[in-house]
């Protein structure tokens, strides 16, 4: 069983900051990529950014200058740091980790429940 826990959510005004974080947890041998997606209201679940293992990191455009993804390998965790937030960030955040599970196994993408990040104007 792996898991994944998401906290730091919550409602901010705009151009405030919030900062998510994602620890994973279970049977696990290694952590592969982690990263975070988010999912607007009537839209389609988009990348917001990923880190490597080896820490190469990616942003969406929307979110580049504004968002930091950085990772705690001894903690199994990830962390977004979200800054001059905008009404356009308003969005569920899903946490997810390439786990692979044995030493025999292959990885597999696991979610987390996702948490509600609502930026007001």
Request: charged share 15%.
């Amino acid at each position: 069983q792996v898991q994944l826990v998401e906290s730091g959510g919550g409602l901010v005004q705009a151009g405030g900051s919030l900062r998510l974080s994602c620890a994973v947890s279970g049977s696990i041998f290694s952590i592969n990529d982690m990263g975070w997606y988010r999912q607007a209201p009537g839209k389609q679940r988009e990348l917001a950014a990923t880190i490597t293992t080896g820490g190469r990191i990616s942003y969406a455009d929307s979110v580049k200058g504004r968002f930091t993804i950085s990772r705690d390998n001894a903690k199994s965790t990830v962390y977004l740091q979200m800054n001059s937030l905008k009404p356009e960030d308003t969005a569920v955040y899903y946490c997810y980790a390439k786990v692979t599970r044995t030493r025999l196994s292959l990885p597999n993408d696991y979610w987390g429940q996702g948490t509600q990040v609502t930026v007001a104007s």
